[in-house]
């Protein structure tokens, strides 16, 4: 079992930056692969980001490649997303999640046992 908490979320100016930060405790977090998620208003739940259980895999949504970074620093059981030229359609409830069993990354959201309660962000025009 592994338990998700997000912060870092806020209401930031469209070319403005935020950085992400998802703590897990637990199980030893260092064995799963995570991922950020997003869901605005009246729409489904997207990919952003994802990273494996090594470090060594890392794949992005193409409306964010250049612009995000995820990372993890497993020695504090925490996974980032470091968010620069933040656009107005960015806007969105982020997620974090994890998968465990060593298993690789996944887009999918149905691929994911574990979930954060969600951190808001807002980009104003």
């Known amino acids: 079992q592994v338990q998700l908490v997000e912060s870092g979320g806020g209401l930031v100016q469209a070319g403005g930056s935020l950085r992400l930060s998802c703590v897990a405790s637990g199980n030893t977090f260092s064995y799963y692969a995570a991922g950020w998620f997003r869901q605005a208003p009246g729409k489904e739940r997207e990919f952003v980001a994802t990273i494996g259980w090594s470090g060594n895999t890392i794949y992005y949504a193409d409306f964010v490649k250049g612009r995000f970074t995820i990372s993890r620093d497993d020695a504090k059981n925490t996974v980032y997303l470091q968010m620069n030229s933040l656009k107005p359609e960015d806007t969105a409830v982020y997620y974090c999640?994890?998968?465990?069993?060593?298993?690789?990354?996944?887009?999918?959201?149905?691929?994911?046992?574990?979930w954060g309660q969600g951190t808001q962000v807002t980009v104003s025009a």
């Open positions: 999640a994890a998968r465990g069993g060593m298993y690789g990354t996944s887009l999918i959201p149905k691929d994911y046992n574990y």
